[in-house]
């Protein structure tokens, strides 16, 4: 973070950006085994549902910050408010007490990630840039070709890799198959709302950037509200009780603000979709990574989770891909016309995550 505070240009800017994603991916997964590992088993959905709890507040709290601190100084105060917070986190974790864990070696697969960092590049850039290629042009359909070829790669690697990426001996767990489906709709749809709306806002209502961001506060606001409910009734209930209604309820509500939203600001229908967005997160978000988690020792927690939020993260580039693929392609056709069609990418990959949500068999 404090190579991106002072980074002197936007691709030294990237790069450090590059940087931290890979030090989030190493500490999301070791986040959440550790509260699982500590919330007890019988408590994985409760327990993911406070730690769900902490990132909606921290996802409720961080725009009114950061945008006071960006229109008082600059953008680089995002990245250096990180820096203390960064610090903070250390400290906590620092501890005198020996591990009692059992310390294996273990090498990172770089072939693999090789192939999956590229495969995914390959698939992702021909969806952005469908506008000015075309999506049947040579060049995507080159690099669509060459996505397939590297992806089927990893996988067939990955049968015989313990260290792969995909960590295919999970997925014998039905469980775990469908979360891993899920995460990857779900990816799509919740990433995909919040540049959607915000366009929207932006680019149609001619809202402010503030304005449109405090708006959208009340989607974490929501989720903050529900996690740890949902969570309760997971380990209690199993997790259908809790997926299928925050899914049809995230659904419906983003399918009525497409079928009436207009070029008229109209909070009567935006405001129940960002906090039916709240509720579909609090039920979905959580659910999947403790249902990545259940049915895996404790070894495997981590490796688990981290397939289950890969996963989350590549259906999140996807979601931000279509957006802008559906919004640029669609612009000759009018600009409202073309933001009101990104909206309706929400219902139809929340009924798709919907959809095998109803395979899931009760914990």
Same mark, same amino acid.
């Given at each position: 973070?404090?190579?991106?505070?002072?980074?002197? *240009?936007?691709?030294?800017?990237?790069?450090?950006?590059?940087?931290?994603?890979?030090?989030?991916?190493?500490?999301?997964? #070791?986040?959440? #085994?550790?509260?699982?590992? =500590? $919330?007890?088993?019988?408590? +994985?959905?409760?327990?993911?549902?406070?730690?769900? %709890?902490?990132? !909606?507040?921290?996802?409720?709290?961080?725009?009114?910050?950061?945008?006071?601190?960006?229109?008082?100084?600059?953008?680089?105060?995002?990245?250096?408010?990180?820096?203390?917070?960064? &610090?903070?986190?250390?400290?906590?974790?620092?501890?005198?007490?020996?591990?009692?864990?059992?310390?294996?070696?273990?090498?990172?697969?770089?072939?693999? *990630?090789?192939?999956?960092?590229?495969?995914? *590049? /390959?698939?992702?850039?021909?969806?952005?840039?469908?506008?000015?290629?075309?999506?049947? @042009?040579?060049? @995507?359909?080159?690099?669509?070709?060459?996505?397939?070829?590297?992806?089927?790669?990893?996988?067939?690697?990955?049968?015989?890799?313990?260290?792969?990426?995909?960590?295919? =001996?999970?997925?014998?767990?039905?469980?775990?198959?469908?979360? /891993?489906?899920?995460?990857? %709709?779900?990816?799509? !749809?919740?990433?995909?709302?919040?540049?959607?709306?915000?366009?929207?806002?932006? +680019?149609?209502? +001619?809202?402010?950037?503030?304005?449109?961001?405090?708006?959208?506060?009340?989607?974490?606001? @929501?989720? @903050?509200?529900?996690?740890?409910?949902?969570?309760?009734?997971?380990?209690?209930?199993?997790?259908?009780?809790?997926?299928?209604?925050?899914?049809? #309820?995230?659904?419906? &509500?983003? &399918?009525?603000?497409?079928?009436?939203?207009?070029? +008229?600001?109209?909070?009567?229908?935006?405001?129940? !979709?960002?906090?039916?967005?709240?509720?579909?997160? !609090?039920?979905?978000?959580?659910?999947?990574?403790?249902?990545?988690?259940?049915?895996?020792?404790?070894?495997?927690?981590?490796? #688990?989770? *981290?397939?289950?939020?890969?996963?989350?993260?590549? $259906? $999140?580039?996807?979601?931000?891909?279509?957006?802008?693929?559906?919004?640029?392609? &669609?612009?000759?056709?009018?600009?409202?016309?073309? =933001?009101?069609?990104?909206?309706?990418?929400?219902?139809?990959?929340?009924?798709?995550?919907?959809?095998?949500?109803?395979?899931?068999?009760?914990?």
């Amino acid at each position: 973070m404090i190579l991106s505070t002072f980074a002197p *240009s936007i691709w030294l800017l990237i790069a450090t950006r590059g940087l931290a994603a890979v030090s989030q991916a190493l500490m999301g997964p #070791a986040a959440v #085994a550790l509260v699982i590992r =500590h $919330g007890g088993r019988g408590k +994985e959905s409760e327990s993911i549902g406070r730690w769900g %709890f902490y990132t !909606a507040v921290a996802g409720f709290i961080a725009p009114l910050i950061v945008t006071q601190l960006i229109s008082i100084f600059s953008w680089r105060s995002l990245f250096g408010l990180q820096v203390p917070l960064g &610090l903070l986190v250390l400290y906590c974790l620092w501890t005198d007490d020996p591990p009692n864990e059992d310390n294996r070696f273990f090498q990172v697969d770089r072939l693999g *990630s090789i192939l999956t960092i590229a495969g995914l *590049s /390959c698939l992702i850039l021909p969806i952005v840039k469908s506008n000015s290629w075309g999506f049947t @042009s040579r060049r @995507s359909l080159l690099l669509f070709v060459i996505s397939i070829a590297l992806l089927s790669l990893l996988v067939r690697k990955s049968f015989n890799s313990d260290t792969s990426p995909l960590q295919i =001996h999970l997925f014998s767990n039905t469980n775990f198959s469908l979360a /891993c489906g899920m995460s990857l %709709f779900a990816g799509i !749809a919740f990433y995909a709302h919040w540049l959607a709306v915000l366009l929207f806002m932006v +680019e149609i209502w +001619e809202f402010s950037i503030v304005k449109s961001g405090l708006l959208l506060t009340l989607m974490p606001a @929501s989720m @903050s509200f529900f996690s740890v409910w949902f969570g309760k009734i997971a380990d209690f209930k199993g997790f259908r009780p809790v997926v299928i209604p925050g899914l049809v #309820a995230y659904s419906s &509500l983003f &399918l009525l603000m497409w079928i009436f939203i207009s070029e +008229e600001p109209g909070m009567p229908i935006t405001i129940p !979709a960002l906090i039916g967005s709240g509720i579909g997160m !609090a039920s979905v978000w959580p659910t999947l990574t403790s249902i990545g988690a259940s049915g895996t020792d404790d070894i495997s927690i981590g490796s #688990a989770t *981290s397939v289950v939020h890969t996963i989350q993260r590549i $259906g $999140g580039a996807l979601g931000i891909a279509i957006v802008l693929a559906v919004t640029s392609s &669609l612009s000759d056709s009018g600009n409202f016309y073309a =933001h009101r069609s990104a909206i309706l990418i929400m219902p139809i990959a929340g009924a798709l995550t919907l959809f095998l949500a109803l395979f899931l068999k009760d914990s």
